[in-house]
């Protein structure tokens, strides 16, 4: 089985800001993705990044990146210039690769993120 | 286009009616989730079909009935609900690039349900 620790209940950044969101697995797989969603609080979960395991090199998407550390089990999420519409809760999320009945996620807990103007 | 649907936004029903939520995607993805999100918590996954089969059920009570008319469409059945059932029910859907494992998850924007 899958754990997926998010550290960090709740984080505040001043707008235009960097913020460093943490995230820990455990897993014993080797064929996996992971993922960060947001869900703001009109609470719609929105695909934020995803990152496959076998890449060694970390993805990217505009003001959002992240840093995947496959060894130390690691997978943070850094947001750039931070925007107030960037306020929202942060889950970082797990995935196994080859599941035929559908692709189950295990997901942190999650990170309540406020962008203060 | 990652679309997915859902209706009604918000519903309320007390524990004697029967109601039904509607899930829609169009983006051809054969797997459909159905989740159970308690406030500032993670969703809990309910009911997986892939291509249309019930594939996961994570123990929920009868009271939730799943049905998948179509590739396009999931419904979530409820009735008899209780108080503690009220929560935020989100869809998700996958695509499997080769009839095999599936892949992302994308979510629809949920229907708040409040059991009075």
């Known amino acids: 089985a899958q754990t997926v620790t998010q550290s960090q209940p709740e984080m505040s950044v001043q707008e235009a800001e960097t913020v460093t969101l943490s995230c820990t697995y455990d897993?014993?797989?080797?064929?996996?993705?992971l993922f960060w969603y947001k869900q703001p609080p009109s609470r719609q979960m929105i695909l934020v990044i995803r990152q496959e395991a076998y890449k060694q090199q970390n993805a990217t998407e505009n003001r959002f990146s992240v840093n995947f550390q496959k060894a130390a089990k690691s997978f943070s999420l850094k947001i750039s210039d931070s925007q107030l519409g960037d306020t929202a809760m942060y889950f970082c999320?797990?995935?196994?690769?080859?599941?035929?009945?559908?692709?189950?996620?295990?997901f942190g807990e999650g990170t309540q993120l406020t962008v203060n103007p | 286009d990652t679309e997915v649907t859902q209706t009604p936004k918000h519903l309320v029903m007390g524990m004697t009616n029967k109601k039904s939520l509607k899930c829609e995607q169009h983006?051809?993805?054969?797997?459909m989730y159905w989740y159970k999100q308690k406030a500032k918590k993670p969703p809990e996954l309910m009911f997986v079909y892939s291509y249309e089969k019930l594939s996961i059920n994570e123990s929920v009570p009868s009271r939730f009935s799943p049905e998948c008319p179509n590739s396009s469409l999931l419904n979530l059945h409820l009735h008899a609900l209780q108080p503690e059932d009220s929560a935020l029910y989100l869809c998700?859907?996958?695509?499997?690039?080769?009839?095999?494992?599936?892949?992302?998850?994308?979510f629809g924007p949920g229907t708040r349900l409040l059991v009075l």
């Open positions: 998700a859907s996958s695509h499997s690039p080769t009839r095999g494992a599936f892949e992302t998850q994308y």
């Open positions: 999320a797990f995935m196994k690769l080859g599941e035929t009945s559908g692709s189950r996620l295990t």
């Open positions: 897993t014993s797989e080797n064929n996996y993705y």
């Open positions: 983006m051809g993805h054969r797997a």
